[in-house]
Structures are given as structure tokens and as C-alpha cells.
């Protein structure tokens, strides 16, 4: 079992900047997982951001926020991290940590909400104009 805690969201202005954190717990190792975020607005389809494989702390970020949002993660305090620069109304969702107990990396399945085993209860972000 992995738990996953989001923090860090709130109320900001456009071109604001915001850190949101997950806090990474549990019995299993995720030595080997792939951990992500995802947003979901209303109305709207959970959406892949980034990811990240714990291992080696390899990267892979949606085209949609490359350059502007960055996966990072703090080993020591199993802590997943994304900081995300010049906000926009449009980021404005729920967001979510996501862990893949066993990440494919063929044909961007990390992309996928349907191969994450384990979900927290997300954090809101609202962009205002």
C-alpha cells in the first residue's frame, strides 16, 4: 500500500507561481514506480502533466506545460514536487499525485490515469485573471 498526500494549492493571480508537494508513504518500496501529476477541471477529462521515475529521476512532461511546469522529487523526505511558473485561468483544476507500482514507458503508457494504482485526494488551483 502507498499513500499519497497533496499540498500546496490555492488562490493565485495569472503569471503567479506555485509549488505543490506530495508526500509519498506506505509498507511497499516505490523504489521502481513512476510518479506523476495529473489536473482535473470540471467537466473535463483527468489530464497527464508530468512524470517522474523514481529510480533514476527521469522525466517526462505534457506538451501542454513543458517549460512552464517541472517534476522534481526530495529523496530524503519522499516528497514528489511540481513547481509550476506563469500560471494561467487555464491551469485552473484539481490536482493529483498519482504512483504506477510497475511504470511502462512503451507508447507513453505513463501518460495514461488507468495505469496508476494508487491516487491522493488532490489538491485545488484556482488561477484568477
Known amino acids: 500500500q502507498v499513500q499519497l498526500v497533496e499540498s500546496g494549492g490555492g488562490l493565485v493571480q495569472a503569471g503567479d507561481s506555485l509549488r505543490l508537494s506530495c508526500a509519498v508513504s506506505?509498507?511497499?518500496?516505490?523504489?521502481?514506480?513512476?510518479l506523476a501529476w495529473f489536473r482535473q477541471a470540471p467537466g473535463q477529462e483527468r489530464e497527464f502533466l508530468a512524470h517522474?521515475?523514481?529510480?533514476?529521476?527521469?522525466?517526462y512532461t505534457a506538451d501542454t506545460v513543458k517549460g512552464r511546469f517541472t517534476v522534481s522529487k526530495d529523496n530524503a523526505k519522499n516528497m514528489l514536487h511540481l513547481q509550476m511558473n506563469a500560471l494561467k485561468p487555464e491551469d485552473t483544476a484539481v490536482y493529483y499525485c498519482?504512483?504506477?507500482?510497475?511504470?511502462?514507458?512503451?507508447?507513453?503508457?505513463?501518460?495514461?490515469?488507468?495505469?496508476?494504482?494508487?491516487w491522493g485526494q488532490g489538491t485545488q488551483v484556482t488561477v484568477s485573471s
Open positions: 498519482a504512483a504506477d507500482m510497475n511504470p511502462s514507458y512503451v507508447n507513453s503508457n505513463y501518460e495514461r490515469a488507468v495505469e496508476y494504482d494508487y
Open positions: 506506505g509498507r511497499t518500496t516505490i523504489r521502481y514506480a513512476g
Open positions: 517522474l521515475r523514481w529510480s533514476d529521476s527521469g522525466t
